[in-house]
Every structure is written in structure tokens, then in C-alpha cells.
């Protein structure tokens, strides 16, 4: 018979060690093997004069990036003339066309990619965004001028250290309305700002001394006024002024919470998200607030920042997964008619041919902060992405870069390479 201190000390231990006899601990899942490369940079298109990184990751049986270790690979092209490899990990693009970049593993297990980019000429304009400097501070609007390459930063917005963001481009690309934060008073710190991107000159001409906070400025056609979000006895609303700050109106009585954000159609409708949760979804509604249509019906997901194209015949906004639904996590940009028909995920495709076609993203990355070029033919967008940018090679996602996705068959161009935050990019 065992001794009462025996049995006293089993139990005590039980907490410790799951019983006096040795259980086998949980092995965990099994270890991730490669079973081939996958293509690391997110792009299947490149500018003229762009250059390309090469950037090539073991992938696992699901399809999914490794991260760390990189392969050792030799780098090769199917048209030099058009995609120039200048390194084991960089290429030019210098006229357009299509080029097929293959990478091999010298050592066996030998395994092969191969990327098809196509390259267009460079656009013609101005691409403005908010872009965090260096990690720790706050960001600011940065400015590039296409066809060129040099980014501009824009300084502080009227006091030091103030962040700004959620550009909003004049039809001719001059004049950014954007959000900025002023020292005002706790909870009421945001104010409308207005840079002219020639001169430099920045004004708040909606009272940067009210004690209400703004969001989100956009432009009417003509550029004549600018609709924003401002807080109001009834909640945020919209109003409108002129450019220069006279004559602001509250236009709707919606009663939200929290800012709606939103985007005007060609003809001067409101288009932004009512209510909350699995019940808000997207409207168009008059200046005055009278309901046009209801866009969305989605209880699985909670849709917001719309992004109306210019010729009015699609909307772009993000669909974020509401807690307990089935189906992709995360926020994803969508794109639908305008009527609200054909909705369906902005997929950038991504260039490595299995077969005889390339397949689109299978990344567990997260897009966000949609808009249109001019010609409503490509819709920018925040995407994280990077698999190299993990230390352990467990992570994927940067903190965001800036793609240009083509509508019509999801040719993805990246507009930057950053090791901080680059998102709400617009383009006149």
C-alpha cells in the first residue's frame, strides 16, 4: 500500500505533469515543407522604366509563402528587350510588352517558376497618397509626378508632428482636400485642409477654430464645392462649402455615430454606409439626404469607404467580415455595378502560369482604401502583401503598399516599396 505522502505528492504533481504516469505531449502541426516557389512581389505588371524586383519564395503544400529561408534561384528572361534582368534580384522593364521571368533552384530537388509581366507605358498625371515617413511618426501627404519617379513629401499641415491623409483630387489634380489633426480639444481634433500641389500653399478653409470634428472632403464635379463628414446636433452629417470656406450647409439628417465615409457620383449623389454591424450597408442617396437606392444587402459583411469610378458605372468599397461569418477573413476590396449587381472580390492576378493561364491571389492578404484613375479603367488600393519582409518567416503582410489594379483582367502594377505605410492613394 503505498504511503499517504506518495499519494499526496502524485496529486500535487497532477497539475504539474498531467498524472504521475507520462503522457505523450502534443507533437503540434507538422512542419511546413516546400513543394515549390511562388512569386514574392504581388505584380504582374510593370510602368516603362520601372524597375522589378525579383523576389521568389518557397511555397507549402497549401499554396501559401514561407518567408524565410529564401530559395537560391538563377533568374532568366523571355524578352530582353522588354524586361531586362540586371541582377539575381532586380530587373528593368524598358518597353512594353510581355516578358515571361523564370527562376530555377540549382539544387535538387529542382523547382521552377515561371511570371508573365506585361509592361504599359507610363501614365500621365499626378498620384497623391499618405505615406509614413519613418516608423513612429505620423504620416503626411506625398506627392509623385508621372511620367517621373521622385516622391515629394509634403510637411506638417499647419502645426508640427500633424498627420494627414484621405486625399481627394481636383478634376485637373491641382488641389488636394485632405483630413488633417489640429490641438483643439480632446475628441474634436480633425479639420479639413485644402494644398494647392503647384505652389505649396495650404489653407483650412472650414474653420480650423470649430470645435467639430471634419473627415473626409471630396470634390464636387466642377470642383465648384467640396462635400465633407462634420459632427452635428443630429450626429455626422454631410454638408458642403465653397472652396474657400464660405458658405457651409449641412445637407442631410442621417443621425450616424460615426463617420459614414463616402464618395459623390457624377451627378452629384452621396453614395456611404448607413447603420451598423451585419445591418449597415451601403446607399445613394440625394445631397439632401432623400434615399436613391440601396446598393448593397450583404448581412456576412460590413461594407464602407465607396469608391464611385468617374464614369459612374461601378463602385468599388471594402467588405470586412463580420464576427461569426463564413468565408474569407479580413477586409477585401469589392467591386460591383452601380445598380449593385455583379459584386465580386478585386482580385489582383497574380503572373505565375500553372498550365496554360495565371492564377489569381491565393496571399492571406487584406486590401483596403479603394479610388479610380480618370479613365475608370484602374482602381488603386492599399494591399499587404510582402512575404519578405518577415523576420521568421511565419508572416506575409507588410503594413500596406500602393497597387493599381486594371478592372478588366486584374493586372496589378505596385506603385511602392516601402518599409512603412503607404495607403489612400489617388490619381488625376
Not at 22 to 49: C, K, N, T
Not at 319 to 333: D, F, K, M, Q, Y
Amino acid at each position: 500500500m503505498p504511503r499517504l505522502s506518495t499519494i499526496w505528492g502524485c496529486a500535487v504533481l497532477i497539475s504539474l505533469l498531467a498524472g504521475c504516469q507520462h503522457e505523450p505531449s502534443d507533437p503540434g502541426p507538422p512542419p511546413r515543407e516546400p513543394v515549390g516557389l511562388i512569386w514574392g512581389s504581388g505584380a504582374s505588371g510593370a510602368f516603362v522604366e520601372d524597375t522589378v524586383p525579383l523576389l521568389a519564395f518557397f511555397r507549402d503544400s497549401a499554396d501559401d509563402p514561407m518567408g524565410l529561408p529564401r530559395p537560391v534561384v538563377t533568374w532568366t528572361s523571355s524578352n530582353p528587350a522588354v524586361l531586362e534582368i540586371v541582377s539575381d534580384t532586380l530587373a528593368v522593364a524598358l518597353a512594353t510588352g510581355t516578358a515571361v521571368l523564370t527562376a530555377v533552384t540549382p539544387d535538387p530537388p529542382a523547382y521552377a517558376l515561371d511570371v508573365l509581366i506585361e509592361v504599359i507605358p507610363r501614365w500621365q498625371g499626378r498620384l497623391v497618397w499618405a505615406r509614413q515617413p519613418a516608423p513612429g511618426v505620423q504620416p503626411a501627404l506625398a506627392v509623385q509626378e508621372f511620367p517621373g519617379h521622385e516622391v515629394q513629401q509634403l510637411p506638417d499641415v499647419g502645426y508640427p508632428g500633424a498627420a494627414s491623409g484621405d486625399p481627394y483630387l481636383s478634376s485637373d489634380g491641382r488641389y488636394a482636400a485632405a483630413t488633417g489633426t489640429r490641438p483643439i480639444a480632446p475628441g474634436a481634433n480633425r479639420t479639413i485642409f485644402v494644398v494647392d500641389l503647384v505652389t505649396g500653399d495650404v489653407t483650412m478653409p472650414l474653420d480650423p477654430l470649430r470645435n467639430w470634428n471634419q473627415f473626409s472632403a471630396a470634390w464636387f464635379p466642377g470642383d465648384t464645392l467640396l462635400a465633407f463628414l462634420m459632427e452635428a446636433a443630429t450626429g455626422y452629417e454631410v454638408f458642403t462649402a465653397r472652396p474657400d470656406g464660405s458658405g457651409v450647409q449641412q445637407r442631410t439628417q442621417l443621425g450616424q455615430a460615426a463617420p459614414p465615409f463616402f464618395d459623390l457620383t457624377p451627378e452629384g449623389n452621396v453614395v456611404l454606409k448607413l447603420g451598423y454591424g451585419p445591418a449597415a450597408d451601403l446607399f445613394e442617396v440625394t445631397l439632401s439626404g432623400d434615399p436613391v437606392r440601396q446598393v448593397t444587402a450583404t448581412p456576412d459583411y460590413e461594407e464602407t469607404t465607396p469608391a464611385v469610378s468617374p464614369d459612374g458605372s461601378a463602385l468599388a468599397f471594402v467588405a470586412t467580415l463580420n464576427p461569426g461569418a463564413a468565408g474569407e477573413r479580413g477586409s477585401h476590396v469589392l467591386v460591383m455595378d452601380r445598380d449593385g449587381a455583379n459584386p465580386r472580390r478585386l482580385l489582383p492576378r497574380l503572373t505565375e502560369i500553372t498550365g496554360s493561364a495565371p492564377r489569381f491571389s491565393n496571399y492571406p492578404a487584406q486590401s483596403r482604401h479603394p479610388s479610380w484613375t480618370a479613365d475608370s479603367k484602374f482602381v488603386l488600393l492599399t494591399w499587404s502583401i510582402d512575404p519578405h519582409v518577415s523576420a521568421d518567416g511565419q508572416g506575409y503582410d507588410t503594413l500596406g503598399e500602393l497597387y493599381a489594379i486594371r478592372l478588366a483582367d486584374g493586372l496589378a502594377i505596385r506603385l511602392t516599396r516601402t518599409p512603412t505605410i503607404d495607403a489612400q492613394a489617388v490619381f488625376r
